[in-house]
Structure formats: structure tokens, C-alpha cells
T-cell receptor
């Protein structure tokens, strides 16, 4: 298995532009998590899905952020419009939720810079 | 919300030395995980702990799930240069079926050859 695949690895954009980050889950995994990592705040959970359904989006900063899972193996995180304070590394992680064990496998991350 | 206090924030050691880092919380967790993150990569799972008191090893790494379920430690023996990176603890709460993994702020390890 190729693991969790994220794209793009790096993106530089200007304030006000739309940003779309993509994630492909590990085959067979049923839970999907989006995290944001910054020096100041560390790893923050933005949203997670279980069986394609958003379960908790309380970590999404504001309405400019949205996430979707159009199918069981793919997810997008969209920021519109982007702002400089959105600059961070965004990680996608997937897991096979068994009810008792829930070990996340992370992608390599998408480094976003908003100028 | 739940928080994990991870210490130390950073460590500078000589190759061959042993390392110890820990995480504490005021909340109870039923799973503790330890991850390592290399520069430019995502965190990679090192050890998973599922029972209070559990002691688990993975090569030179040893981790324990505290008896109170509010803490965990990770030890690295005989450190080598490739141990450099940021180590994160993460706890999974049993409350309300939450799937949220709460992460510590990380311990940045530097190993001098």
C-alpha cells in the first residue's frame, strides 16, 4: 500500500485565492482526519469523517474552511478565501476504526504559504 | 478542552546516551500513542499502548501507559543520529465515543555524533 497520499506537497498562493488540498486514504480505512500544524499551536484537529460522514468539525477555524469526502477513498480541504494566517502544514490521516483501537497513519503533509 | 503536557520541549544529547520524555494530562485516556516526525514528513507511529500499566518495546524504544491513565513516557536507549526528529505523544479519550486524538506539543530531539 502506498500509504496516505496528499497533494500538493507545497503551495504558495496570494491572499484571497482559493486553495484546495487533496488526500487519498489507505485502502480499507474508514476514518479520515484533517490536521493543521503550526509552530505556535502544534497539531490541531480540524475535522474528521467516519464512513464518509463528517463527525466533528469543531476544529475548523471558520467558514472559510470546508472539507468533503465525495467517496470512501478521497477527501478535499478547501480554504476560500485564503489568508496569511492560514499558512501551515496540513496533514491528512486515515485509520481503520474498530471501536477500541484507532491508530492514525499520516500523509506527508501539504505545506501552504499564503502571501 | 483536553490537553497533553509533553516535556521536555527539546533535548540536546550525545550519541549513545539514553533519552526519556513524557506526557501528562488531567484527563484520562484509554489509548496512548507515540509518533516521530522527521523534517518535511508526517508523523509516523512508533508505539501504541492500550492498557493501563502496559510496557511495550520497539527495538531501542520503550513506552509505558501510566497506571492512572493520565500519563505516558517514552525512552530511547543508546541514541543514534537518525533518532533526530520531533516526538509526539497522543491520547485517545474514551469519553462519548470521541475519535479525537489529542497531541502533545512535541519533544524536539537533537543527537550530536
Amino acid at each position: 500500500d502506498a500509504g496516505v497520499i496528499q497533494s500538493p506537497r507545497h503551495e504558495v498562493t496570494e491572499m484571497g485565492q482559493e486553495v484546495t488540498l487533496r488526500c487519498k486514504l489507505i485502502s480499507g480505512h474508514n476514518s479520515l482526519f484533517w490536521y493543521r500544524q503550526t509552530m505556535m499551536r502544534g497539531l490541531e484537529l480540524l475535522i474528521y469523517f467516519n464512513n464518509n460522514v463528517p463527525i466533528d468539525d469543531s476544529g475548523m477555524p471558520e467558514d472559510r474552511f470546508s472539507a468533503k469526502m465525495p467517496n470512501a477513498s478521497f477527501s478535499t480541504l478547501k480554504i476560500q478565501p485564503s489568508e496569511p494566517r492560514d499558512s501551515a502544514v496540513y496533514f491528512c490521516a486515515s485509520s481503520l476504526h474498530t471501536g477500541t483501537h484507532n491508530v492514525l497513519t499520516f500523509g506527508a503533509g501539504s505545506r501552504l504559504t499564503v502571501l | 478542552g483536553q490537553q497533553l503536557n509533553q516535556s521536555p520541549q527539546s533535548m540536546f544529547i550525545q550519541e549513545g546516551e539514553d533519552v526519556s520524555m513524557n506526557c501528562t494530562s488531567s484527563s484520562i485516556f484509554n489509548t496512548w500513542l507515540w509518533y516521530k516526525q522527521d523534517p518535511g514528513e508526517g508523523p509516523v507511529l512508533l508505539i501504541a499502548l492500550y492498557k493501563a500499566g502496559e510496557l511495550t518495546s520497539n527495538g531501542r524504544l520503550t513506552a509505558q501507559f501510566g497506571i492512572t491513565r493520565k500519563d505516558s513516557f517514552l525512552n530511547i536507549s543508546a541514541s543514534i543520529p537518525s533518532d533526530v526528529g520531533i516526538y509526539f505523544c497522543a491520547g485517545l479519550s474514551p469519553q462519548g465515543g470521541s475519535e479525537k486524538l489529542v497531541f502533545g506539543k512535541g519533544t524536539k530531539l537533537t543527537v550530536n555524533p
